[in-house]
C-alpha cells in the first residue's frame, strides 16, 4: 500500500508556473505508475499526465501537451508536475495517483488533492 500527499498547489496568473508535489510512502515506490489528474466542481476527473515505474515513459492530455512535464525521483519518492504557461482553464483541484499495473486504466492510490487556481 502507499500514501500519497500533494504539495505546490496555489494562485497563479495565466502565463505563469507552478510546480506540483506528490510525496509518497513506503519502500515500494519505484514499482507503481503515477499520473496526475485533475477535477473542477461539477465535472469527471479527468487525466492530466502519467510516467512509467523508471520515468523513461510519459503521456499527457492533449489538453496540457508542450504545456506539463511530468517527472519522478524514485529516491526521493516524489513524482513531479511541473505546469508552465498556465490557463485560467487549468483552474481545479490536482491529485497524484498510483498504480502498480502498466496496463490497468484505472488507479488504486490517490492523494487528498491540491488546488490550483489560474488567475485571467
Known amino acids: 500500500q502507499v500514501q500519497l500527499v500533494e504539495s505546490g498547489g496555489g494562485l497563479v496568473q495565466a502565463g505563469g508556473s507552478l510546480r506540483l508535489s506528490c510525496a509518497a510512502s513506503g519502500r515500494t515506490f519505484s514499482r507503481y505508475v503515477m499520473g496526475w489528474f485533475r477535477q473542477t466542481p461539477g465535472k469527471e476527473r479527468e487525466f492530466v499526465a502519467g510516467?512509467?515505474?523508471?520515468?523513461?515513459?510519459?503521456w499527457y492530455a492533449d489538453s496540457v501537451k508542450g504545456r506539463f512535464t511530468i517527472s519522478r525521483d524514485n529516491a526521493a519518492n516524489t513524482v513531479y508536475l511541473r505546469m508552465n504557461s498556465l490557463k485560467p482553464e487549468d483552474t481545479a483541484v490536482y491529485y497524484c495517483a498510483a498504480k502498480n499495473d502498466y496496463v490497468k486504466s484505472s488507479y488504486d492510490y490517490w492523494g487528498q488533492g491540491t488546488q490550483v487556481t489560474v488567475s485571467s
Open positions: 510516467i512509467s515505474w523508471s520515468g523513461a515513459s510519459t
